[in-house]
């Protein structure tokens, strides 16, 4: 009698430790992501819809910002083609780099480690400030760009930096040249192929390029598909080689969405608007992510759910 | 005979291309150290070049390190290590306890709350940088470091989901046993889950510095105090175009900014690589 009756209330009280231990557990995290996340985002949001300028209370201004933004800011549409831009060469030329690497680096020859720690290093510093400040001495006036193209007997009038054409190529070089951790994965995803797949591929007689089209690309693209999402989401932040190297310039042939915000919020100190910026910079990327999923089913090639990962 | 001599060919060919790539990869950071070591006047006379023609290694680390605004260069590097280590501390511990929740604990809601953590994976911080500036206004914390860490220290969603697919992979025969020894939740994670996930541990902490040691748009608006400066915004400051440029010393404390970084990446380099396969996050 004693243990039917115990059973039922020792079970829930379990769940309920459970539910204590879980939500202990979680508590620093959900500090932060309510004060650093839910309240900032719901302040942003409220703030895109009003005219905010940090000295007066905000005052409502309904959907004002957004068609303002839509409507009559050049800069806006500027900045985003300019990051449109940015990302679909970078992301795209920094993958197809960094698959072909990985495939040079997927066999068994001496000095492999050395060859990947030095194709690595580039994604490990290349974000920070002393790069960019770096880079934006190779290829500006005087740089070592100009230098090496004077020494052969080409002399430039404009650096690569100030002219219009080329100063987002050079930041676009400055994503690529990052390769290595997107090589690193793929490194790690084409060791999981198993080699029997190639070998009956060589049986029936298939060459280089369709083994290559037919199995590593399908057995790659989860992987693929992951790398794509970060990269596009990291690519549209674009901030920091913007900001130093060009400043925008020249003509705002590099004024990257995010610097472009930047400037709306922190140079004219319009809250409101450039909140309205930041929206609309969420609704791209959830855009972007959405497509990305959505065409999931139509080339991303799992393997059956079986081996159980 | 004949497949041997073209597979040598070959294996040449291999490693002259690996090492010229390997070349053009790493001259950019080759260049900043000669730069740091070349006089001032003469950076930028074949700029190209590899060698000093004079060298300036002393006058550029001095100079560099005697700072901006009368501000030492140690103290930014001081500040940098302030909140590069609060924030990941916090931030590693934050998202391991999170992480052991969502992979072993049954609790209510746990799949909303994991769905939000993926949420904050995809919103860029650039979002929040507008209302948090106000917040952080409001509480008096602009121009404190307490600003610059808050954002890390809570945990974040990359390490987060690094530790649950992590933990996820571990035995739960294990946590069963310590279970049945008299275990409670907390004394399975403290004493099982802990020390084995150690390697996730490992990999998020270095992230963690890199990316907090590296990070420029908060300081950039957080902090308008010389004194409070990070390396990045300090670094930012020598190209200040009303200051006279001091291009060596640029160079030779963009190298000192380095330095921690290229370190912790030489005696981590298995565990960043194990992480970056496992995980896909991005260094």
Partial sequence: ????????????????????????????????????????????????????????????????????????????????????????V???????????????????????????????????????????????????NDGVAMSLLAAIGIEQRLSFIGNPDTAIWTIILLGVWQFGSSMLIFLAGLKQIPSSLYESALIDGANAWSRFWRITIPMLTPVIFFNLILQIINGFRVFTEGFIITDGGPLDSTLFYVLNLYRRAFTYFEMGYSSAMAWALVAIIAFFTLILFKTQSSWVHYESKEGGR | MNVGKRSRVNSLLFHALSMLLGFFMIYPLLWTLASSFKDNSTIFTNAYSLIPEQWGIIDNYVSGWNGIGGVPFGTFILNS???????????????????????????????????????????????????????????????????????????????????????????????????????????????????????????????????????????????????????????????????????????????????????????????????????????
């Fill in chain 1, 90 to 140: 970078m992301v795209p030329l920094r993958l197809a780099f960094a698959l072909f690497i990985a495939m040079l680096l997927n066999t068994r020859r001496k000095f492999l480690g050395l060859y990947r720690t030095f194709y690595y290093i580039p994604s490990i510093v290349g974000g920070s400030v002393a790069v960019s400040i770096v880079w934006k001495q190779i290829f500006g």
């Fill in chain 2, 81 to 283: 290590f302030i909140v590069a280590s609060i924030g990941t501390v916090g931030g590693v511990v934050c998202s391991l306890m999170a992480a052991y929740a969502f992979a072993r604990v049954k609790f209510r809601l746990s799949g909303f709350w994991f769905m939000c953590v993926m949420i904050t994976l995809m919103i860029p911080n650039q979002v929040m940088i507008v209302p948090q500036y106000i917040l952080f206004k409001k509480l008096h914390l602009i121009d404190t470091l307490t600003a610059l860490i808050m954002p890390w220290f809570f945990g974040s969603a990359f390490f987060i989901f690094l530790m649950v697919q992590f933990i996820r992979g571990l035995p739960i025969d294990l946590d069963e046993a310590a279970k049945i020894d008299g275990c409670s939740k907390f004394g399975v994670f403290y004493r099982i889950t802990i020390p084995l996930v150690s390697p996730a541990i490992v990999t998020s902490t270095i992230f963690s510095f890199y990316w907090i040691w590296q990070d420029f748009f908060q300081p950039l608006i957080f902090m308008s105090d010389t004194t409070k400066f990070t390396v990045s915004l300090a670094l930012n400051l020598f190209l200040d175009p009303n200051s006279y440029s001091n291009y060596g010393g640029m160079f030779a404390m963009s190298v000192v900014s380095l330095i921690p970084v290229i370190l912790v990446f030489l005696f981590f380099q298995k565990y960043l690589v194990e992480g970056i396969a496992t995980s896909g996050i991005k260094g």
């Fill in chain 1, 1 to 88: 009698m004693k243990t039917i009756l115990m059973k039922p209330m020792l079970k829930r009280s379990r769940k309920e430790n459970e539910n204590l231990v879980g939500y202990t557990l979680l508590a620093p995290w959900l500090i932060g992501f309510l004060v650093i996340f839910v309240v900032p985002m719901a302040a942003s949001l409220y703030y895109s819809f009003t005219n905010y300028n940090m000295l007066r209370a905000p005052r409502f201004v309904g959907l004002d910002n957004y068609v303002r933004m839509f409507t009559q800011d050049d800069s806006f549409w500027i900045s985003l083609r300019v990051t449109f831009f940015y990302v679909l």
